[in-house]
T-cell receptor, first 109, second 115 residues
């Protein structure tokens, strides 16, 4: 079992839909990151969370430390949101990040 | 500020050769982390440097090494290349130790193909 698991692996939505991507982890963490990777490889850090909820534009990220679970929500999805979304956790000792396998999101117009 | 730059962007090598990849962090950032991304294994942590010292290392063989210079620029080296080393190699910089209280800023990556 991977330390970080994401669901779903693939997600297809129509423009305007509300999207949720989930991340579960099995280790103690000090922070959780949500990353976005577009075709061609470029990665952008969307959020870093250690508790609660963060919002940036149409993106919302939440984390429940007790349940070891985080969600990334996209409201009013748009085709430009099409990308791979990756969850990564930082453990309580050391600084390395452990990554989920990613969720491929496709938003159709 | 200029973003994280990586050179070269694309590289083709043959088995047994060695390769050196370069990463220039954002000005003022002292932490540089390296990651390998493959279709089979996804993103995996290679190592992290802070102030010219390796602070963390992932589970990779000794053929993978790196260093950081006084200007925070970092290089990683892979010796005796194997087919399985074909991957996208990403570096990321942050002002403090990566994965801590600060966001990491990723470079565009170097795509290495080993024939």
């Amino acid at each position: 079992k991977n330390e970080v698991e994401q669901s779903p692996q693939n997600l297809t939505a129509q423009e305007g839909e509300f999207i949720t991507i989930n991340c579960s982890y099995s280790v103690g963490i000090s922070a959780l990151h949500w990353l976005q990777q577009h075709p061609g490889g470029g990665i952008v850090s969307l959020f870093m969370l250690s508790s609660g909820k963060k919002k940036h534009g149409r993106l919302i990220a939440t984390i429940n430390i007790q349940e070891k679970h985080s969600s990334l929500h996209i409201t009013a999805s748009h085709p430009r949101d099409s990308a791979v979304y990756i969850c990564a956790v930082k453990g309580t000792s050391g600084s390395r990040l452990t990554f989920g396998e990613g969720t491929q999101l496709t938003v159709n117009p | 500020k200029a973003g994280v730059t990586q050179t070269p962007r694309y590289l083709i090598k043959t088995r047994g050769q060695q390769v050196t990849l370069s990463c220039s962090p954002i000005s003022g950032h002292r932490s540089v982390s390296w990651y390998q991304q493959t279709p089979g294994q996804g993103l995996q942590f290679l190592f992290e440097y802070f102030s010219e010292t390796q602070r963390n290392k992932g589970n990779f063989p000794g053929r993978f090494s790196g260093r950081q210079f006084s200007n925070s620029r970092s290089e990683m080296n892979v010796s005796t290349l194997e087919l399985g080393d074909s991957a996208l190699y990403l570096c990321a910089s942050s002002p403090v130790l990566a994965g801590g209280a600060d966001t990491q800023y990723f470079g565009p990556g170097t795509r290495l193909t080993v024939l």
